[in-house]
């Protein structure tokens, strides 16, 4: 009881802290020619696609012991994966609903996770558990423009933004790590930040775009930034 009670009293939990703000992507004229370039098929039934989201992280984080899965769900409805942007932790499972009157066939070549579902008719759903970290662009072999993009984390330290670009990466431990941001049609940003233990708020403007082939492009932006 005494020993139980002297080490309760010399340990304290490990602070930790919220890293929160705003991201900002104006398009310009490079965006929209990529964009025309790969997306300028008009299918019929299609209907607007999600907002592409940011997807922002820490780097240089000791990652804890154990990484709880994250299951998620990505659709197929109206001609489009909804949502556009996923981040999971690695084991997770992501279920892959067909809500379309027609057939979809979703797949990825990406080195990180290579998946092939087949074809399957509305209201079946297939899965996947994603065991490596990694940016999977997942696309479907019947409609070419369909394409969504799952970021497979081996920590929790990472969100994806709302609409508005606000987002917000919470139980952090203090230290000095390497906040980096993603989107689709940009290429990313890494930006150093020291989180102190009333957290931190760092605010980033995405706006380059490298001219590279878009056939080499991973989203329409740069290759996995991992």
Known sequence: MRLCLILALLWTPQ???????????????????????LYNQVVAGQKDPDPRLAVVWLEGVAAPAKVEPK????RQEGLEFRPRAL??????KVDFPNDDDLFHNVFSFSKSNRIELGSYPRGESKSVV???KGLVD??????????????VFDHP??????????????????????LVVWKEFFDPVR???E????????????????????????????????
């Open 157 to 178: 330290y990472f969100a994806v933004a709302a609409a508005d670009g606000a987002y917000s990466i919470p139980n952090v431990p203090p230290g000095k790590y390497t």
């Open 195 to 226: 989180v102190k233990a009333e957290g931190a708020k760092v605010d980033v403007t995405l706006s380059a775009l490298l001219d590279r082939p878009a056939d080499r492009t991973v989203g329409a932006a740069c290759c996995d930034a991992r």
């Open 87 to 92: 981040a999971v932790t690695m084991g997770s």
């Open 130 to 132: 994603f065991d490596k």
């Open 191 to 193: 930006q150093d930040v």
């Open 15 to 37: 602070a930790s802290a919220t890293v929160s703000g705003k991201i900002s992507a104006p398009e310009g004229a490079a965006q929209n020619r990529l964009r025309a370039k």
């Open 71 to 74: 299951p998620s769900v990505i």
């Open 138 to 151: 997942l696309r479907c072999e019947v409609h070419r423009h369909m394409r969504a993009f799952i970021h």
